[in-house]
């Protein structure tokens, strides 16, 4: 079967960084992404990675092993209102896309 | 602002009713899911509709009945539901659904059933 596994929750300091991991067991991987969700909100795309190494946007940086099947979000400069929940999400081809969500990853950033 | 709006943000329920969930994108995409969030679990993907057509209906029970007027508009109706069908619901859109298919979400519905 398809399965991804991430922390449930992960804790840090304002100003820190901090890195969320995510392991999948997939066939026909394409890619992998991550979305935030702050409570109440709506899940919001934040990167894509399809080939290996580090993608940078802002803050924020995802990277990906294709060969691991692991990948990881990190928060640089952490911020409170960066207190959410995070998915990674693979994207496979089994004969038709189909995009998978981990259970999310709860992060509390505290002053 | 994703886009995506739902409505109603939250609904409480009882057994016996029916009701139903709407959903609008504003984005030109041609591609709706719904999805059911459950506490600390995986989003589980229930349909999926390109070009208004079903093309993904994942084991879901016959008590939710998915609609899609036109690629702006996106319902599901809800008739004899049971407690744990209590979850947030959540819409999505995207551009087409291959390749990368960056999913634009609604802020769900949190439905109580009773």
């Known amino acids: 079967g398809q399965s991804l596994e991430q922390p449930s929750e992960v804790t840090a300091v304002e100003g820190a960084i901090v890195q969320i991991n995510c392991t999948y067991q997939t066939s026909g991987f394409y890619g992998l992404s991550w979305y935030q969700q702050h409570d109440g909100g709506a899940p919001t795309f934040l990167s894509y990675?399809?080939?290996?190494g580090l993608e940078e946007t802002g803050r924020f940086s995802s990277f990906l092993s294709r060969s691991d099947s692991y990948g990881y979000l990190l928060l640089q400069e952490l911020q409170m209102k960066d207190s959410a929940s995070y998915f990674c999400?693979?994207?496979?081809?089994?004969?038709?896309?189909?995009?998978?969500f981990g259970a999310g990853t709860r992060l509390f950033v505290k002053a | 602002e994703t886009g995506v709006t739902q409505t109603p943000r939250h609904l409480v329920m009882g057994m016996t009713n029916k009701k139903s969930l709407k959903c609008e994108q504003h984005?030109?995409?041609?591609?709706m899911y719904w999805y059911k969030q459950s506490a600390k679990k995986p989003l589980e993907l229930m349909f999926v509709?390109?070009?208004?057509?079903?093309?993904e209906n994942n084991s879901v029970p016959s008590r939710f009945s998915p609609e899609c007027p036109n690629s702006s508009h996106l319902f599901l109706h809800l008739h004899t539901l049971q407690p744990e069908d209590s979850a947030l619901y959540l819409c999505?859109?995207?551009?087409?659904?291959?390749?990368?298919?960056?999913?634009?979400f609604g802020a769900g519905t949190r439905l109580s059933v009773l």
């Open positions: 984005l030109g995409h041609n591609a």
């Open positions: 990675n399809a080939l290996d």
């Open positions: 509709y390109s070009l208004e057509e079903r093309v």
């Open positions: 999400a693979v994207r496979v081809d089994t004969g038709g896309f189909k995009t998978i």
């Open positions: 999505a859109s995207s551009q087409g659904r291959g390749g990368k298919n960056i999913q634009y």
